[in-house]
């Protein structure tokens, strides 16, 4: 879970799931690249195929990139 102080206003993040035989790393910014609080999960196995996926997420909802 994101941490979210009381005060922050979070309408919009991006996540990037980066895979690379068959690891990966999870990334939260604020889709400017400034990686937000710091946060990154470290994924020990996954099946995904190698690349790297960017989804966001806007006032709560999952959304693909070309579903914007």
Known sequence: ELYRHENDSISFIQ??????????VLT????NDNEYKRHRQ????TD?????FTLWIENG????????
């Open 28 to 31: 939260f910014d604020d889709g």
């Open 42 to 45: 470290q994924i020990e196995y």
């Open 61 to 68: 909802v999952l959304l693909l990139p070309s579903e914007h």
């Open 48 to 52: 995904f195929p190698d690349g790297e």
């Open 15 to 24: 996540a990037k799931l980066n895979v690379k035989d068959s690891k990966a």
